[in-house]
């Protein structure tokens, strides 16, 4: 698999999280109890970091070769 199809399936990845992340936040809305509501916060706050971190991989794979970039050209051999 090529760097930019790996960046297309995170894209298509994180666009599932991001749906999920609006469900969750609208049962939150919903939720009457209080122990509902902190539940599906601490649920919503791992949701972001996963949605976060998998925008961020994309980015990474999608400009990986750009020149002046963090690609492997520009590594300093050890």
Known sequence: MQLHE???EYRSNTALL???LK?????????KKNE???RLKRRINCLQ????ESRKT???LEHY???GGN???NRKAV
């Open 6 to 8: 790996m960046a297309r």
């Open 18 to 20: 991001e749906l999920r």
């Open 23 to 31: 469900q969750l936040q609208a049962a939150r809305r919903r939720a």
């Open 36 to 38: 509902v509501k902190y």
């Open 49 to 52: 970091t996963l949605i976060n």
């Open 58 to 60: 994309a980015f990474v």
């Open 65 to 67: 070769y750009d020149k």
């Open 71 to 73: 690609g492997h050209e």
